[in-house]
């Protein structure tokens, strides 16, 4: 029967499982979105900057620093747990941009991962950070009361 129950049964009856798959989820999202995605945007190339003014964004080489700093630095705090909300937020607004905007006319297999990823970051922006992270930390040792 325990393990009818354990296959049955959701996170309700095992908070430490949610915590290890949640810090799994949030450390291997974090650094995919730096190192595959943010690194190479750090500083932005000139056709990336190019790519952002044909979008019809002004000043092309902010929202260019910005989607860099936003993927990388963003991405590595994410892993951390540090400020995941604040560094979701921002990713979320990133990934609506790519897959919405820089990818609206492509066929969904080539867009699909900026979906997955926008969909990731708008769980972390809503739901916070799990246990580990930077945040706990402050949480427990900063903001008791």
Known sequence: MK?????TSGFKT??????????????FSGIAMAFAHGLNKIPPSAGFIESIGKLGFPFPVFFAWSA????????ILLALGLFTRP?????????FVA????????????????????????????????????????????LRG
């Open 14 to 27: 095992n908070q430490s499982l949610l915590n290890a798959g949640l810090l799994l989820l949030r450390v």
């Open 87 to 95: 560094n979701a937020f921002f990713l979320t607004i990133t990934m």
């Open 3 to 7: 393990i009818l129950k354990w296959l």
């Open 99 to 142: 897959f919405f905007i820089r990818h609206a006319g492509d066929p969904f297999a080539q867009k699909e991962k900026a979906f997955l990823f926008l969909i990731l970051f708008l769980f972390f922006f809503i739901a916070g950070s799990s246990r580990p992270s930077l945040d706990e930390v402050i949480r427990s040792k900063w």
């Open 68 to 75: 860099g700093v936003s993927e990388f630095f963003g991405g």
